[in-house]
C-alpha cells in the first residue's frame, strides 16, 4: 500500500481514480486545486502525486515546478494525470520533468501497471 495524493478538480475524475486506488489497496489523498495539492504535498509527503494539468488558477505544469523548487517535495514522484491526447503531449509532459505519464480517460490495468512501475521508482512497491 502507498500513500497518493491526487490533484484533480474534475469530481467525475476524481471519483473514479480514487475508487480505482483504492480498490487497489492504497491511501488516497484528495485537491481540488493546485494550491491544496501543494499543501497537502508538504504535510503528507506522499509516495505519488497524480497531477491533472488543466486546475482552475495555477495549472498542473505550474504546480509541478513549484513542487521542484521546494526542497520539501522536490523528490516527489509526480505523474501527469491528464485529458490532453494529442500527439507531443506526453512528450512535452515528460520534458516539463513529469515522472510519468496518464491519459484520461484512465484504463485500470495499464493505470495501475502504470502507478505500480512509478512506486516501485520511488521505493514504494508491493510489501514494502
Ligand atoms: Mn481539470
Known sequence: MARILIVEDNPVSMKLTVRVLEYDGHEVLQAEDAAAGLRLAREQQPDLVLMDIMLPGMDGIAALGELRVDAATAH???????????????????????????????????????????????GRGRGQ
Open 76 to 122: 516527489l514522484k509526480v505523474a501527469a494525470l491528464t485529458a490532453y491526447a494529442m500527439k507531443g503531449d506526453r512528450e512535452r509532459l515528460l520534458e516539463a520533468g513529469f515522472d510519468g505519464y496518464f491519459a484520461k480517460p484512465i484504463r485500470h490495468k495499464e493505470f495501475l501497471a502504470g502507478v505500480a512501475g512509478l512506486l516501485a521508482e520511488a
